[in-house]
């Protein structure tokens, strides 16, 4: 199996920080790489698919880079609405693994 | 509007069977694959299954292989998740999602919990 691993799991950012969280893959899964957000109560809701391409509706402060296994989800101004859990997700082998998750609190 | 709609969680034996059923309106069901993936309240996301177009082809986290099984009724909508030999480690809540080639979820319902307990 896929494992991914994202750092940091927890960071504390202040409204309009530029914000970045980081997915490791532990092989190559070109860019086989999601990444979703998930508020308190909520469902997850797809950001990046493909490594960097953005999801109908999403804001473009959000934006996604990397291929291999290393990648990056960047956002360039955090807003209120940005905090939340960030997860990052492999779709180039099953079993489907996601990383364990970064939230992003309110400094 | 595309919705997903999870239903049958409940609280059962460890042991017990339990079917979960995802019903789906305001897209084309029969265009999309579906997963199944868990959620551990506070925890991680975790992948269960996901079924193609037509139902035929299926996969499974090992976790659940031999024990769930993932189907689809395309003239109803609906997805299903049959679970059997539920064990405490299945508790969980358990969403849906609609893909297009069967990797990336795009849409997800809010989920239903299932309890595995005596």
């Known amino acids: 199996d896929i494992q991914m691993t994202q750092s940091p799991s927890s960071l504390s950012a202040s409204v309009g920080d530029r914000v970045t969280i980081t997915c490791r893959a532990s092989?190559?899964?070109?860019?086989?790489l999601n990444w979703y957000q998930q508020k308190p109560g909520k469902a997850p809701k797809l950001l990046i698919y493909?490594?960097?391409s953005l999801q109908s509706g999403v804001p473009s402060r959000f934006s996604g880079s990397g291929s291999g296994t290393d990648f990056t989800l960047t956002i360039s101004s955090l807003q209120p609405e940005d905090f939340a859990t960030y997860s990052c997700q492999q779709t180039s082998s099953t079993p489907l693994t996601f990383g364990g998750g970064t939230k992003v609190e309110i400094k | 509007e595309v919705q997903l709609a999870e239903s049958g969680g409940a609280l059962v034996q460890p042991g017990g069977s339990l079917r979960l059923a995802c019903a789906a309106s305001?897209?084309?069901?029969?265009?999309?694959?579906m997963h199944w993936v868990r959620q551990v309240p506070g925890q991680g996301l975790v992948w269960v299954s996901r079924?193609?177009?037509?139902?035929?082809?299926?996969t499974y986290a090992d976790s659940v292989k031999g024990r769930f099984t993932i189907s689809r009724d395309n003239a109803k909508n609906t997805l299903y998740l049959q679970m059997n030999s539920l064990r405490a480690e299945d508790t969980a809540l358990y969403y849906c999602s609609t893909s297009v080639h069967g990797g990336y979820s795009e849409t997800w319902g809010q989920g239903t919990m299932v309890t595995v307990s005596s």
């Open positions: 305001g897209f084309t069901f029969s265009n999309y694959w």
């Open positions: 493909a490594a960097s």
């Open positions: 092989q190559s899964i070109s860019n086989y």
């Open positions: 079924i193609n177009t037509d139902g035929v082809s299926t």
